[in-house]
């Protein structure tokens, strides 16, 4: 990632990232499958070994579509008191598709923000 000399056009990496583009030249495939990250840019060759996006999407998609469902279950609950079961019926198909949606798009969307923030491993330096 360090090691990238060529020119290319900026690239906004929210829309790179939401489109699942390389966060370089933003043409060639981020993804090779669902949720895995390709071996390089088709388009370019940007190696994405680079790429280590970690738990920060879990994260951000538990937090924002938690709230999103926790808050509407409760809101149901008070003004229509429904049973049980329609909670259920509603609230997991619901989650779950809201979830692998959003997991998706906010992995893109860090890793073309690393890319852009040149984001590393820490490292300490002991020699001094």
Not at 85 to 108: D, E, N, Q, S, Y
Request: hydrophobic share 50%.
């Amino acid at each position: 990632m360090s090691d990238d000399k060529a020119i290319w056009p900026a690239i906004d990496p929210i829309s790179a990232g939401l489109h699942g583009r390389c966060p370089r030249c933003g043409e060639g495939q981020l993804f090779s499958g669902f949720l895995t990250v390709g071996k390089r840019c088709a388009n370019c060759g940007l190696d994405y070994s680079y790429a280590d996006a970690g738990d920060g999407p879990a994260v951000f998609v538990i937090l924002i579509i938690g709230f999103i469902v926790v808050g509407l279950a409760l809101w149901m609950e008070v003004t229509l008191s429904p049973p049980l079961w329609l909670h259920f019926l509603l609230w997991i198909p619901l989650t779950l598709v809201l979830c692998l949606g959003a997991l998706r798009l906010i992995k893109g969307v860090l890793l073309t923000l690393q890319y852009r923030n040149k984001a590393a491993e820490g490292r300490l330096d002991l020699g001094e």
